[in-house]
């Protein structure tokens, strides 16, 4: 993928948070409250661990309207800068005027369950609803940026919100078996990949996968925008990165680059992934 040296900007000055005025001068009194409230909420093992049962006991036993209510004004309210598209743009000017940087997220995702067996149709329905959810998110981020601001502009997804965990996690034996990852030209990755989707058995699933990140990804380019894609579970990664890279191969220029990967620097095995590029 491209790379350039003009693309490698000085370090921005660190915020400080120190000065409590200036870091937190776009909240107001109650939500400092609200944030150290969760911050100690957040401290306890206890809550952190069972914090999905908590969610669907209150579910069960509050009425909705309040269940919603109490959600809003604490965890949600804390988490997500808004509901609506109006609640996230009013966020986003908040912190533009604090001068604090926002990082966009499709936050749409999936994970392999064990023993799951889903009906194919039903599968790609969920995957082609999600992958218009990503759309909206990447439509919405390009609304939060100004022209002179764009090409700074970043957001993210996981790329289980649009393929299916299974086929990753097919693909990525598929690779790791044949040593498919350590090739020298990019372009090539998907012909690899879909020789390997075939003697998993899952070619269709593959090829609609591809269709439907080449069209996330040929909107992000167009719109201007930078997309990350976030690292998963490692069962998934080498699909993930060779998915990635490929689409690096198609839409990273010189003017621009469009797609990031996430790297894994902790995991002993980075330098070989890096070795071949």
């Known amino acids: 993928f491209v790379t350039s040296k003009r693309f490698i900007s000085s370090p921005r000055p660190a915020f400080d948070f120190s000065n409590t005025q200036a870091a ?69 000017e908040r912190f533009r005027a604090a001068g604090i940087r926002f990082f966009p997220a499709a936050s749409v995702e999936d994970e392999l369950t064990d023993g799951e067996e889903e009906e194919d149709v039903l599968v790609e329905a969920t995957l082609d609803a999600n992958t218009t959810l990503v759309a909206d998110s990447i439509q919405l981020a390009e609304s939060l940026y100004d022209d002179n601001d764009r090409r700074n502009s970043k957001m993210a997804m996981k790329l289980s919100a649009i393929i299916k965990p299974r086929l990753l996690t097919l693909l990525s034996s598929g690779l790791l078996e044949n040593g498919l990852l350590p090739l020298v030209k990019a ?12 003697e998993q058995g899952c070619a269709k699933q593959f090829l609609a996968a591809v269709e439907r990140l080449d069209s996330l990804m040929k909107d992000v380019h167009r719109r201007g925008l930078s997309i990350f894609i976030d690292a ?14 490929y689409m690096q191969s198609k839409y990273n220029t010189s003017n621009h680059l469009t797609i990031f990967n996430t790297q894994q620097t902790y995991l002993k095995v980075l330098p070989n992934d890096f070795g071949p590029y």
């Not at 306890?44 to 036993?61: H, R």
């Open 24 to 92: 937190y001068t776009h909240l107001n009194d109650s939500s400092l409250l609200r944030s150290l409230v969760i911050l100690q909420l957040c401290s306890i093992d206890a809550i952190v661990e069972n914090s999905l049962k908590l969610m669907q006991l209150g579910e069960k036993v509050l009425p909705s309207p309040l269940f919603r209510r109490l959600m809003e004004s604490t965890f949600y309210g804390h988490f997500i800068p808004g509901e609506t598209h109006e609640d996230v743009v009013r966020s986003c």
């Open 232 to 245: 998963e579970h490692i069962y998934m990664q080498p699909a993930i990165c060779a998915l990635v890279l």
């Open 187 to 198: 372009s090539e990755l998907h012909v690899r990949m879909e020789e390997a989707a075939t």
